[in-house]
């Protein structure tokens, strides 16, 4: 028989404890919010924010957050907006990653520096000009700017590609050219399917930070009929000032489409974090 | 590919459509033809803004209208102005914040990394706040510590008097905290995932060795799991330092800037488009691109010199073993630690 340690003992109470106690933090200040978007506005004024609402039958909050702030307008430009640039931004970066990975040709060391020190300057910083370029080419109020402007400022899924080809084997290209493959049949018949989990891993990466993109979204997107989700959200702070039963049931209904994503994803989004180490 | 290329060349004069078929003129064709976009994209977005940036830093400006040379007075005055230079003060708070952040993710995922009854469970609950989008972020917080809501009832609840508890959001002794509170909340499940992520990529036959030679947790913790973690945690703290200075959301959605929590981005965002002082906003930026540059520098130096013992390589090769996933994610961070 194994002798159970007193120690160890209190090392497994306490383990538990402290991740008890953590995961209670990260849910709580959602756990309110909960409570309160199902709450009427008499029974918000009246009771404490921590009470139980009396039914959580009630969706009027949902509904005058939902109407008011135009969310479904969001949630539909925003989910346009992720298929393309994700889509875009997977081609745009493993066909960039292949050429640098893959050809020996001058200015290659150049153009793999350049993106390096791309990612050094933050994205707010250079916005500044952006904006002027942008105006002069007419991107500004189109939906088709804003995702031009997100899949040009995509350093991490180049990254992501860059490295994953490095482990992929110039073997395979080689018996395919033999086999009298093109390049392009090699990119895309052979190479492409392989690159699967890089892919996952850039789509959950790419995913998270477009979905929740609020800046550009709002500097390039200003007119309320092209309003994203985040911005539609963002609407909340004039008019509703201090009503936060509707305020609360607005951010819910935000928080579910990623909470339903990451439930059933969890494994790869886990995954995905890990390769992104870098940029998290 | 090689062969392929020297069996072709010997062939002298070919005309353009032979050459477009043979092996150079297809690798010149893809060449092209796969750059083309991602560099327009990197000049239009990312150089051609950085030079006018570097060029409207001399100009006093506005969107719209002339513009006239004042030379070095821009970055002088990012210096001498009270809003600009001390708003790099307040990324400390962020940066404490951040240190605070990377030792609670340790922390929780070692105590993680020696198998604990529905860990599922756990990661998902302190993971999915990063999920939650910067906006959203700001409202959830925004009530949280609102006076008499959600913070100041909990302390109540466990016997605090209110007048007792400080105004989380307008003392200006304790905002700042506040609000990279919020940042921590936000991050540290996700610096779990990946500092769990690199700990599970030690083999486990390391572990059972260790304690067949009657090694307890805190000689495991020490001598197995914190060397293979060294490189993603001290990247991390430099990532931090980065991460610091360019903090937004938190000040920008919550408080607006006001009550001395404005941060450099939220003050140079102010300027550039509440008050359109394009040339003074594009010196701000400089100012802080070389602030980051010298950071990344030191990054580079510190990993040339601390890390030239081997330990990377080791994890590495444990990494080969695993399943090609698992293998590729962590590829991507320890190469990435050398490149970024």
Known sequence: ?280 | MNENEAYVRPKKKRSFSEWFKSGDGQRATVIIVFLFIPLLLLLLFTYIPFLKMVQFSFYDMKYIGGKTFVGLKNYIEVFQRSDCFKSLFVSVYYMLGAIVQLALALFFASLMVFGVQGSGVFKAAMFFPYLICGIAVGFIFKFFYARGFVLDSLLQMIGMNIENIPMWLQDQKINNISLAATSVWRYTGQNMILFLGAMMSVDSELYEAASLDGANRWHQFLYIILPSIKSIVVLNIILSISGSLSAFEPPYVITNGTMGTGTYFVIMNRLAHENQKVGLACAMAIVLLVIIILCTIAQKLFFAYAFDDGTDDESKAAVRKRKKAAKVALKAQQGGGSTV
């Open chain 1, 1 to 280: 028989m194994k002798k159970v340690h007193i120690g160890s003992v209190i090392f497994s109470i306490a383990k538990y404890v402290f991740l008890i106690a953590a995961a209670f933090v990260a849910i709580i200040p959602v756990c309110v919010c909960i409570l309160t978007a199902f709450k009427t506005t008499e029974e918000y004024n009246t009771t404490s924010v921590l009470d139980f609402p009396q039914s959580f039958g009630y969706f009027e909050n949902f509904k005058i957050a939902f109407e008011k702030a135009n969310m479904l307008g969001g949630f539909l430009r925003t989910g346009i907006v992720l298929i393309v640039v994700l889509a875009a931004s997977i081609f745009i970066g493993s066909m960039l990653a292949y050429v640098l990975n893959r050809f020996k040709f001058p200015g290659n060391g150049l153009i793999q520096n350049l993106f390096m020190f791309a990612s050094l300057i933050p994205g707010i910083a250079t916005q500044v000009t952006v904006y002027q370029i942008m105006y002069s080419l007419g991107l500004i109020n189109h939906l088709y700017g804003y995702m031009i402007v997100l899949m040009g400022t995509d350093i991490i899924s180049i990254y992501i590609f860059l490295q994953f080809f490095e482990n992929l084997p110039v073997s395979l290209d080689e018996s395919a050219i033999m086999d009298g493959c093109t390049y392009f049949g090699v990119f895309f018949k052979i190479l492409f399917p392989l690159l699967k989990p890089a892919i996952v891993t850039s789509m959950v990466l790419k995913g998270v930070s477009v979905y929740n993109e609020y800046y550009m979204s709002n500097l390039y997107l200003q007119v309320p009929e092209l309003r994203t989700i985040s911005t539609a959200l963002y609407t909340f702070t004039g008019p509703y000032g201090n009503q936060y039963n509707y305020i609360c049931a607005g951010v819910i209904i935000t928080i579910i489409p990623i909470l339903v994503l990451f439930l059933v994803f969890q494994k790869q989004v886990y995954g995905g974090m890990a390769a992104g180490a870098v940029k998290g």
